[in-house]
């Protein structure tokens, strides 16, 4: 069982305070749901592929989108209302 998180983590040489958070919102939520899936005996990779930005997608280990959340403006407000438990109880079904 494996799932595939694709969210945009790429690395910013910027030094701006509002590129240090749009950051973090990406990478503590692809963390925790990493954790949340772990539990499960999930294996999860995060950015198989080159990242994109403003993206946070969840597919399967077959490519089936659990969810893609595409282009996302900042300040990210659907990234930031995402419900993680029940996004991972989403995976653990589709899986």
Known sequence: LSV?????????????????????????????????????????????????KGCFEVRTGTGTKVLSLLDMPRPFTQLKALDLELLADQVKKAV
């Open 4 to 52: 595939y998180l694709s969210v945009y983590l790429s690395f910013c040489l910027s030094t701006c305070a509002c590129a240090r958070e749009s950051f973090a919102a990406f990478k503590t939520r692809a963390a925790k749901l990493q954790e949340m899936l772990k539990g499960a005996g999930i294996s999860v990779s995060i950015n198989p592929d080159k990242p994109r």
